[in-house]
């Protein structure tokens, strides 16, 4: 059975809220190179960076190994929150359309 609009944009928006915890961006990993006390030289890493745009600016901040489930987790919740906002764009974008050709009825009567 095929849903009406307001179905599908409820059940966009319960899914919106039964998200908790989402991050944009994406995670990385640095190393460092540094010459060591007998000339060799050290990697040190891997260091991880969240990184992500804000108003048009790059935001990094390190994260601790012992919160990178977490992060990664809530990274995904992220791409899950893009692909339901997408979901509703095209809903309201529908929904307006609609009201578009049912209000071109109305004025050709």
């Given at each position: ?36 006390a007998d000339g ?70």
């Amino acid at each position: 059975m095929a849903k009406t609009l307001a179905e599908r944009k409820a059940a966009a928006l319960e899914q919106l809220m039964a998200i908790d915890g989402a991050r944009r961006g994406q995670l990385s990993q640095q190393y460092y190179t540094r010459k060591g006390a007998d000339g060799q030289t050290v990697r040190q890493g891997p260091y991880y960076v969240w990184q992500r745009y804000v108003k048009g600016k790059k935001c990094s901040v390190r994260v601790s190994a012992d919160q990178i489930e977490r992060v990664e987790a809530e990274l995904e919740h992220g791409h899950e929150v893009d692909a339901i906002l997408d979901e509703l764009w095209a809903i309201l974008e529908e929904s307006a359309v609609e009201q578009d050709q049912h209000g071109k009825k109305k004025s050709r009567q």
